[in-house]
């Protein structure tokens, strides 16, 4: 059962313009979420995150927007960057507050020059 | 300061043999995650340390998986009898401490291929 759902494995935009990514969950009780960047040959590194006390946060050129009725999450990046051109992963914690974390399948995203 | 190292950074290993992956933490971090990426899935957890003990293996796929940390830092994930779905990338993260809220730092990764 998969928890964390990202359901467009790619997106490709044109540099300057915005990046949307989605991720869907299933789990209510989810009530905190991360989104982490992976360039090849790397670890995943943190982006940012939001509590679902919140329904916005903002760092910098990202912004991740929750909608708690839908359980989606977006991802925007304005404006997009060609340095921006990563794997794109969501999650959210596993039970018993450990840290552990569960993903999604990723999103890779091209921003062209 | 130094960063999440594993090594090795790739192991080609044939069907039924054993393997063992190395995580060297960040100093001083007391929690230890790994995972594994399989193509084109995300991230799955296998298992979490909070200094040398595992107080949650449920991720572990299988008996063939184990793995330990030893002195609070350096931990192994061993595979035995290795079967070609095991196949993956196996990622090691580290936190200052355990919890939701603190932030995971990740390893490059071990691409395991078995044949």
């Known amino acids: 059962d998969q928890q964390v759902k990202q359901n467009s494995p790619s997106l490709s935009v044109q540099e300057g313009r915005i990046s949307i990514l989605n991720c869907d969950y299933t789990?209510?009780?989810?009530?905190?979420f991360l989104w982490y960047k992976k360039y090849p040959a790397e670890g995943p590194t943190f982006l940012i995150s939001i509590s679902s006390i919140k329904d916005k946060n903002e760092d910098g050129r990202f912004t991740v927007f929750l909608n708690k009725s839908a359980k989606h999450l977006s991802l925007h990046i304005v404006p997009s960057q060609p340095g921006d051109s990563a794997v794109y992963f969501c999650a959210a914690p596993g039970s018993g507050n450990t840290g552990k974390l569960i993903f999604g399948q990723g999103t890779t995203l091209q921003v062209k020059p | 300061g130094a960063g999440v190292s594993q090594s090795p950074s790739n192991k080609v290993t044939e069907k039924g043999k054993d393997v063992e992956l190395r995580c060297d933490p960040i100093?001083?971090?007391?929690?230890l995650y790994w995972y594994r990426q399989s193509l084109g899935q995300g991230l799955e957890f296998l298992i979490y340390f909070q200094g040398n003990s595992a107080p949650d293996k449920s991720g572990l796929p299988s008996d063939r998986f184990s793995a330990e940390r030893t002195g609070g830092s350096v931990s192994t994930l061993t595979i035995q009898r290795t079967q070609q779905e095991d196949s993956a990338v196996y990622l090691c993260?580290?936190?200052?401490?355990?919890?939701?809220?603190?932030?995971?730092?990740f390893g490059p990764g071990t691409r395991l291929t078995v044949l």
């Open positions: 789990n209510s009780m989810f009530d905190y």
């Open positions: 993260a580290s936190s200052p401490v355990g919890g939701t809220y603190n932030e995971q730092f």
């Open positions: 100093s001083g971090h007391t929690a």
